[in-house]
């Protein structure tokens, strides 16, 4: 099998069944070992189409003339693949003469392809289109961004088009950030203090995959984006307070559980899926956490006593409009109905836990999405419904919110982390 065939069967894997790249990749090489080696290309290869997949329809359609809607999933991403190479990579066209023959192209027509700007491609087409085609995401998730009210939306999108930047969160209780600094700098994972957060280092470079070192297996620190490591801060401002339990009722894998836990605070997950209560009860024992709990359960109808907790943190599943430059591959498939859905549950569970808790009471609302639907407007619905106010958590390192006082919002593009909402609510 060609690369650009292995390439297509992951991106088409990845967009039938709404998995990210790295669970398609890994499905494809399960069922075909002989050609593992090619992996890490693979990876690059279907990351950059998808980051770029409008772009390269449009390219197909204006200049081979190939309407790709008419194709089958697998032959779309062939012809994405390959006119991914012969737009951005420097390979001989004659390469391509298999494919030329396949889809009835000329290698002229495969030349001029090669010679288009991107950007002339765009030329002609409305501001949000344009917006669109150039950064490949479906208009309505534009139109959510402007309604959001979010600064330099185009600045946004083209910092989507770049990898992520990584974070750990060190394990306090068994190693300081320079000690660990130095021990990964000898995988070739460069790392630096973050400057806002004592217990956070942010990756530089890394020639080892953070997940693969000894030191992660010890449990030495958690791989965690900064914009949860600071949520972790907040309601340990709290508990510092004078405030001592802690429930996380959409816990799992257990990031802010066990982030609290590693400051001698006790904590509970609860989460619905026995899988990520399996990944908490992993994490814990890495971490060697010792102060928390964890359960299966639907928190909708949470067999916990919720009174007894001072900080409760609902924190669901939600678009992950915030993480598309973590998963590029989610722009292929990503749609209005996920919005509906989650902020269905999202309200469900704000309620459950509102109805619940005693006054007094603090309440953290976050997601990684900046949809107004899954984040200020749930927030609003819940004032209305509860005797509540919005509280501003410390340390407030976003932008607050100009839709509701309070909240807070974490930019990738502005605070170079996943984008973020957090809201602080107490019960009165
Ligand atoms: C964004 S993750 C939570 C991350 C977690 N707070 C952490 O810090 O690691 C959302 C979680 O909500 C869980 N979930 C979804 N519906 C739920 C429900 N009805 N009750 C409890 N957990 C639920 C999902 O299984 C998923 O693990």
């Not at 750990?168 to 630096?192: F, K, M, N, W």
């Not at 942010?202 to 600071?230: F, M, N």
């Not at 932008?399 to 973020?420: C, M």
């Amino acid at each position: 099998m060609r690369i650009e065939e292995i390439a297509a069967r992951v991106l088409e894997i990845s967009v039938r069944k709404r998995v990210s790249l790295r669970l398609a990749a890994s499905e494809f090489f399960s069922q075909y070992r002989q050609y593992e080696k090619l992996k890490p290309a693979v990876r690059v290869i279907t990351t950059e189409v998808a980051r770029r997949y409008k772009l390269l329809d449009r390219a197909t359609e204006l200049v081979l003339g190939i309407d790709t809607e008419k194709l089958d999933l697998y032959a779309q991403n062939l012809v994405r693949v390959v006119v991914f190479e012969v737009m951005y990579r420097d390979f001989p066209l004659s390469t391509f003469s298999w494919f030329c023959r396949k889809f009835r192209v000329s290698i002229s027509a495969l030349r001029r392809l090669r010679d288009t700007d991107p950007d002339e491609l765009v030329r002609g087409l409305d501001y949000i289109s344009r917006l669109s085609v150039k950064y490949s995401i479906p208009r309505w998730v534009i139109d959510e961004l402007f309604r959001a009210k979010i600064p330099n939306v185009e600045e946004l999108l083209a910092r989507f088009m770049r990898d992520p930047t990584r974070y750990i969160r060190v394990s306090t209780h068994l190693t300081d950030p320079e000690e660990l600094a130095e021990r990964l700098a000898q995988y070739g994972i460069l790392c630096s203090r973050d400057p806002d957060l004592p217990d956070l280092l942010r990756i530089e470079r890394y020639e080892t995959h953070p997940a693969k070192t000894k030191e992660y297996e010890r449990g030495l620190y958690h791989i965690q984006d900064k914009s949860s490591v600071l949520l972790g801060h907040e309601i340990l401002q709290d508990l510092r307070e004078g405030k001592c339990r802690m429930i996380d009722v959409t816990g799992g894998p257990g990031g802010k559980i066990t982030h609290v836990a590693q400051y001698g605070y006790y904590s509970v997950g609860v989460d619905l899926s026995l899988r990520r209560v399996r990944e908490i009860e992993r994490h814990v024992k890495r971490m060697h956490i010792l102060l928390t709990d964890y359960l299966c359960a639907d928190s909708t109808k949470i067999p916990i006593r919720l009174e007894k907790f001072d900080v409760v943190l609902v924190d669901p599943e939600c678009s992950g409009i915030g993480r598309l430059h973590h998963n590029p591959e989610a722009k292929m498939w990503i749609s209005r109905r996920d919005v509906e859905k989650h902020s269905k549950l999202q309200y469900m569970l704000l309620r459950a836990v509102l109805a619940r808790v005693r006054k007094g009471t603090v309440i953290y609302y976050c997601t990684c999405t900046l949809t107004l639907q899954e984040n200020e407007n749930q927030v609003m619905k819940i004032l209305e419904e509860f005797d509540i106010e919005v509280v501003k958590p410390e340390p407030f390192l976003g932008a607050e919110s100009p839709i509701l006082r309070n909240a807070q919002r974490l930019y990738p593009h502005v605070h170079d982390t996943t984008g973020f909402f957090i809201a602080k609510l107490v019960k009165l």
